[in-house]
């Protein structure tokens, strides 16, 4: 790829998420995004695969000091993805990673029931499952939703995102059955360099995709 803004916003990149998908034949039993912006791309997925949408949910773990710098995450029912050089390099002790964990798992949980409103959480097992997401850069929150739904003993996983960096899209190949990447440039600086419009997604339009 060669330039930014391959996209217009998040329901072009979801379109053609969509199409992608639906070309390659995968049968999707449900759709999971990740909130907050992977749920207007997860709402164009689920509606061209026809198949339900539900949410995944974790929290980022950071660094000491530095919370915007991840060390880990953990999602909504604890399985947790640890930033090993990250925790090398930050010293984060396990007191404090462990501590940490436990309060963004409860954020997690607590952020998964706010979106479903009340609906349980979908029954996995069997399934193939289309996790997607408005795009990865390090994957941390990513890494950790996977990691969740490998306890969940669904059938297979397909991850799917309009764009990444190379060597991260490589790894996460590793944790799920099929990825689909529609864009793996390697001048890759970030998620937004590549949408027209990337503006913030807010929770009360997000969660106005899981009523539709």
């Known amino acids: 790829m060669s330039g930014a803004r391959q996209f217009t916003d998040r329901a072009d ?12 034949g995968v049968d999707a039993d449900i759709v999971l995004a990740i909130p907050r912006g992977g749920l207007p791309l997860g709402r164009a997925v689920a509606d061209a695969l026809e198949a ?16 915007e710098y991840a060390v880990g995450a953990v999602a ?12 090398g390099g930050t010293r984060t002790d396990e007191g ?22 009340g609906r349980p959480a979908p029954d996995l097992a069997g399934k193939t499952v289309v996790v997607v997401d408005d795009g990865v850069a ?62 913030q997604v807010s929770d009360e339009e997000a969660m106005a995709y899981l009523e539709r």
Do not use: H
């Open 13 to 24: 990149a979801g379109d053609r998420l969509g199409e992608t998908l639906r070309d390659r």
């Open 138 to 199: 390090t994957g941390s929150t990513l890494r950790a939703c996977l990691s969740k739904l490998e306890r969940s003993d669904a059938d297979r996983i397909v991850l799917a995102v309009p764009v990444g960096p190379p060597g991260t899209i490589a790894d996460l190949e590793a944790q799920v059955d099929e990825v689909v990447c529609l864009e793996t440039p390697a001048g890759f600086r970030g998620v937004g360099q590549f949408y027209a419009n990337f503006t």
């Open 52 to 67: 339900p949408l539900d949410v995944v949910v974790a929290k980022k773990i950071g660094a000491p000091g530095n919370p």
């Open 76 to 87: 909504s029912d604890g399985s947790v993805w640890r930033n090993e050089r990250a925790i």
């Open 96 to 117: 404090y990673f462990e501590e940490r964990r436990k309060i963004e798992a409860e954020n997690a949980r607590r952020k998964a029931e706010r979106y479903r409103g």
